[in-house]
């Protein structure tokens, strides 16, 4: 039987000059193919095009208020957006290997004077051909309960970013990220809501949370309203105070039943700046055996992935950490090891030494 976890996460364009600084910067940088055995994107017979990392704003994208990534300000244009945007994307390529980064958004974020710049990180991620994730994030204190904040500003931020975006292909709209407030059912209800309410938006660019914390996309999955669409699926370490890697393993599969081929693990996560070495076995140790058993499960399973947090300020998670001057942002891995197992989820890279 499924337990649903209790959540307590550790606390117009510029182009030109500033995507060709961004690309040169990571110019050298070769990535090895995707294994011969996956398939081309957009067959529907994996998600393995999305290999990919969230950033964050320090406070875990719950606000009252614009969610402001870390590294970025309120009070930047969208050119200083942009610029910044641009050198934090291709860190993300050079030293991961993304291809794909998650956003939040909220009402505060788009229906406000916020949405002109920052709109400069989307589309300096677009511009490095990234794939975007752009979810909505609910608000803090008694808002923070698992159902949309208010409808009557939550209809009218997507009205907003599928006018935006509706006709950029490298762009995707998650309606709620963890919608744990509704039954499996009433979200079912809320997901093919928003499908009807934008047919313009092609169902494979439409990522459909999983029920509960985005916990298990089985009752997603098994509607047909939700035909054609990508299933999110989130999994942590924390959830359990131990497992072995093969319940780990069998864990996540319980979660994803038979739907890998539409679902995208687009956050998972563990300590990344303790010094735990991923590369090696250590039954004792939850958070390995977590993360090996996910990087494992997802190579096999041809499940692409989003790791929580690519980048997020004071987050012992985080597998960037900002470096530079704070005007022209660099990134810097704080787990290598961490690095070489997304590496491994995404078809490059060295299967762990025992």
């Not at 995707?34 to 719950?62: E, H, I, L, M």
């Not at 997901?191 to 934008?198: G, P, R, S």
């Not at 679902?263 to 590369?279: C, I, K, Q, R, S």
């Amino acid at each position: 039987m499924r337990k649903t976890p209790t959540r307590t996460r550790f606390t117009p364009r510029l182009r030109g000059a500033f995507v060709s600084v961004a690309l040169t910067a990571i110019s050298g940088t070769t990535l090895a193919a995707t294994p011969a055995s996956a398939a081309a994107p957009g067959t529907g017979t994996n998600t393995t095009q999305f290999k990919g990392v969230n950033w964050a704003d320090p406070r875990d994208n719950y606000a009252d208020d614009p969610v402001v990534l870390s590294g970025l300000s309120l009070s930047d244009t969208y050119a200083q957006t942009y610029a910044k945007a641009s050198r934090v994307i291709a860190a993300f390529r050079a030293n991961l290997g993304a291809n794909t980064v998650r956003l939040p958004i909220n009402p505060y974020t788009v229906n406000g004077s916020y949405w002109k710049s920052y709109r400069g990180v989307i589309d300096a991620a677009s511009d490095q051909g990234f794939k975007v994730i752009v979810s909505y994030w609910e608000g803090t204190g008694t808002q923070k309960d698992g159902f949309i904040d208010d409808e009557a500003t939550y209809w009218p931020m997507w009205n907003t970013v599928v006018k935006a975006y509706k006709h950029d292909q490298h762009v995707y709209f998650e309606p709620m990220n963890e919608p744990h407030g509704y039954t499996d059912t009433e979200w079912a209800d809320l997901a093919a809501k928003w499908l009807a309410t934008y047919p313009s938006v092609p169902r494979n660019r439409v990522f459909v949370s999983g029920a509960g914390y985005n916990d298990h996309v089985t009752s997603v999955c098994a509607d047909p309203r939700l035909k054609g669409t990508y299933l999110s699926l989130h999994h942590y370490g924390f959830w359990k105070d131990y497992a072995t890697y093969d319940q780990w393993v069998a864990d996540l599969k319980e979660r994803i039943g038979t739907c890998a081929s539409r679902t995208v693990a687009d956050e998972f996560g563990a300590p990344m700046t303790t010094g735990l070495d991923y590369n090696k076995p250590d039954a004792t140790n939850n958070s390995i055996n977590f993360i090996q058993a996910d990087t494992d499960t997802f190579r096999k399973l041809g499940m692409g992935s989003v790791y929580w947090p690519g980048l997020r300020t004071d987050d012992t998670y985080s597998i960037q950490k900002l470096i530079g001057d704070a005007a022209r942002p660099w990134l810097a891995t704080t787990n290598q090891s961490g690095a070489d197992r997304l590496a491994w989820a995404w078809g490059r890279g060295k299967p762990v030494q025992p």
